[in-house]
């Protein structure tokens, strides 16, 4: 007999049918054993009565073991049944938890025992969940968020497929840092001096003049000591750079769209994972509100007391904050576009804007209170790309592979780098972006603390 899953059980009723999956709880009381089974698409009760040779094995089964179940579906007629199915016909979201059939089961595998530290339903402190991993993953509250997250991939590639990008793998050793800053990990490379990629920012522009519209997904190292709740050492960068751009303008509405596209996709697909989260509609409007930093930091000022933002050459983390929410309050979105960074505050290869003196024609995306997105119009002249490295204290010598692109024809261009744990951990509310981010590396961790 073929295995069902979960899910479909509910379709099942009166039938005879197989699963495979773990024993999520198990209550074995005198001559019966209640159980609910779970699998990737969702969780169900088994029962046990009448039978004493299956009581036999089923008493021996604990938590997390993993089973092979044969049974025949029932309907369930008790009150949490029907709360269940009141609550779908209210939302049409299905529960993960199938509530309105069981199993009574008729014979039991075990495919594969298991000794399990703690419940996967307790409460548990960020250490202890990262410190145990494979095993609290299995929490399917905890799984949901990168159910999530691999939607939200698929659906960043699905958009910029259907607008003519195409996908390139970005190499992640490399000569020299990316953004020209610190925070680069050193690698020794058969006696010579690499790094780990701290962005695909230099391949992506390079691929422009190759292919004119590219993206690509990947891993991203910063170096940096920050112990933060938005902060990874190591984090998955969406990227998309096109050519033949008029200005940041045109990046900016690609990304709107993009983002319009991800956020409406995942609200539409993930009901049941967004639920467990309690998510509210996401406000991503056809164009988000755009102002100026200058914009931003008078705005600021005028609407929350106490602020003193006018004249910094960047946002504070509670000013990012502030923003979103006045956005969210007066202009209907989640979403809040802030341009025109200073020259000193970005990377060497933004353009210079003509309008404003001093600024570049870059921009940051803020969601929900945080810096998701970094983007803008890139320098495409060779000798002004030249300098602004020089005028940075970067020697050109060591970007000579790159700078190849600039003397062979490359389009006015831009593009943007944005950090899919944050978007994670924003869409769903989780309070540390570590939480939206399998197995995360910082400073005191790789998978287990370091320096015990
Ligand atoms: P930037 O350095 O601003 O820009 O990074 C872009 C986005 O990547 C994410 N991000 C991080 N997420 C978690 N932990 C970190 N330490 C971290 N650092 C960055 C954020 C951020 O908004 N090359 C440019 C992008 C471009 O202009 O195309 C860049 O990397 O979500």
């Known amino acids: 007999m073929k295995r069902t899953m979960i899910k479909n059980l509910s379709q099942m009723k009166g039938e005879e049918i197989i699963i495979k999956g773990w024993a999520d709880t198990v209550r074995a009381q005198g001559k019966m054993a209640f159980f609910d089974f779970r699998d990737v698409s969702g969780k169900v009760q088994g029962v046990v009565f009448g039978k004493p040779e299956v009581l036999e094995v089923a008493k021996k089964i604990s938590a997390e073991d993993v089973v092979e179940v044969k049974g025949v579906v029932n309907e369930r007629n008790d009150k949490t049944a029907k709360e269940a199915i009141e609550e779908f016909k209210k939302t049409g979201v299905k529960d993960f938890f ?23 339903d307790e409460d548990l402190n960020l250490d202890v969940y990262l410190d145990n991993m494979p095993f609290t993953l299995k929490n399917p509250k905890q799984s949901a968020v990168f159910k999530v997250q691999a939607k939200i991939i698929q659906k960043f590639r699905e958009y910029l497929n259907q607008n003519d990008f195409t996908e390139f793998m970005a190499p992640k050793i490399v000569g020299d840092d990316a953004e020209g800053g610190a925070g680069v990990y050193e690698v020794e490379y058969f006696g010579n001096k690499a790094g780990l990629a701290t962005s ?29 709740s938005r902060h990874l050492n190591e984090y998955t960068s969406l990227d998309f750079e096109m050519g033949f751009i008029d200005s940041y303008k045109d990046v900016m509405k690609m990304h709107n769209g993009l983002l319009k596209y991800i956020i409406d996709e995942v609200q539409k697909e993930m009901q049941t994972e967004l639920e467990e989260y309690g998510v509210e509609k996401i406000l991503a409007p056809e ?8 914009e931003a ?25 502030l923003l979103c929410q006045y956005a969210k309050e007066n202009l209907g979105s989640d979403f809040i576009f802030i341009t025109h960074y200073p020259v000193s505050k970005r990377p060497f290869y933004t353009f210079k804007s003509k309008d404003m003196d001093g600024m570049t024609d870059s921009f940051d995306l803020l969601f929900k209170g945080v810096e998701i997105t970094s983007g803008g119009q890139r320098i495409h002249d060779y000798d002004e790309l030249v300098q602004s490295m020089k005028d940075k204290g970067l020697d050109p010598e060591k970007f ?53």
């Open 297 to 321: 930091q008078e705005l600021l000022e005028r609407e929350f007391e106490g602020v003193k933002a006018v004249g910094e050459p960047d946002l504070e983390p509670e000013h990012e904050r």
């Open 400 to 452: 000579s592979f790159y700078l190849q692109a600039f003397k062979t024809g490359i389009p006015p261009h831009g593009g943007i780098g944005l950090g899919v744990e944050r978007l994670t951990q924003k869409i769903l509310g989780l309070d540390n972006v570590k939480k939206a981010t399998l197995f995360p590396r910082e400073i005191n961790r790789i998978d287990t603390l370091l320096n015990k």
């Open 200 to 228: 695909p920012q230099l391949y992506k522009q390079i691929m422009v003049g190759v292919l004119e519209r590219v993206f690509t997904v990947g891993q991203a190292f910063r170096a940096e000591k920050h112990s933060t």
């Open 287 to 294: 164009e988000f509100p755009v102002m100026s930093l200058p």
């Open 98 to 120: 199938v509530k309105d059939v069981e199993i009574e089961i008729t014979e039991i595998k075990v495919l594969a025992k298991s000794e399990i530290p703690f419940s996967l």
